[in-house]
């Protein structure tokens, strides 16, 4: 079935320091992938997406490159602050392969800390 | 920008009680999913409504039952409560024709 493996964290890193969060899938044919962040208290916030292999998806500063060959949607950015501290989650939906609607695969979540 | 709206944000229940979960999804998105969120975990996908009709169905124990209206808005019956049922419970809407979920900030129920 479905899965996404996404690097454990906790992961912490001073301000401005590079971000990267591996995130690999599992999947019959070609889901959509996703990137969602939850900040303390919070619900679940889109942050960026991709419909098909070799699409970049970016939002804030975030890029995700859906990487088919690797089955990978590593989520990257150049400069963290202290704002991008929450725990972020990868995700794939089986719209059309699983379900008709598509349900929502996550991954376990990864504590990103920014340190000012 | 509306978002997804779901009451109440907290709730305490005994053992063996009764829980409703409301969920208003943004105007005009036509579909609803649950999703629960164990202390720790990922989120799991519980069951997914269009057009008031359920449509698919996760891990969703036998006590619980859903049902989406006519304003579009849907609830969470969950019965017999158990420890275990601790958690956060999650409400997403869409538009049929667009994957993307938008996500409720989540009720978060404690069952003592």
């Known amino acids: 079935g479905d899965s996404v493996t996404q690097m454990e964290g906790p992961v912490t890193l001073s301000e401005e320091a590079f971000l990267t969060i591996n995130c690999t899938y599992t999947?019959?044919?070609?889901?959509?992938l996703f990137w969602y962040v939850q900040y303390p208290g919070e619900g679940l916030q889109l942050l960026l997406k991709?419909?098909?292999?070799?699409d970049k998806g970016s939002n804030k500063g975030f890029e995700a490159t859906y990487r088919k060959e690797t089955t990978s949607f590593h989520l990257e950015k150049g400069s963290v602050q202290v704002s991008d501290s929450a725990v972020y989650f990868c995700?794939?939906?089986?719209?059309?392969?699983?379900?008709?609607?598509?349900?929502?695969?996550f991954g376990r979540g990864t504590q990103l800390t920014v340190w000012p | 920008a509306a978002g997804v709206i779901q009451s109440p944000r907290h709730l305490i229940k005994e053992k063996r009680e009764t829980a409703t979960l409301k969920c208003y999804p943004i105007?005009?998105?036509?579909?609803v999913y649950w999703y629960q969120q164990g202390p720790g975990q990922d989120p799991q996908f519980l069951i997914s409504?269009?057009?008031?009709?359920?449509?698919d169905k996760g891990s969703i124990p036998d006590r619980f039952s859903a049902q989406q209206f006519s304003d579009y808005h849907s609830e969470l019956n969950m019965s017999s409560l158990e420890l275990g049922d601790s958690a956060l419970y999650f409400c997403?809407?869409?538009?049929?024709?667009?994957?993307?979920?938008?996500f409720g900030p989540g009720t978060r129920l404690l069952v003592l």
């Open positions: 991709a419909t098909k292999a070799d």
């Open positions: 999947a019959t044919g070609y889901p959509s």
């Open positions: 105007p005009r998105h036509d579909t």
């Open positions: 997403a809407s869409s538009i049929l024709a667009q994957e993307t979920q938008y």
């Open positions: 995700a794939l939906s089986d719209r059309g392969r699983g379900s008709t609607l598509g349900r929502l695969y």
């Open positions: 409504f269009y057009e008031k009709m359920q449509s």
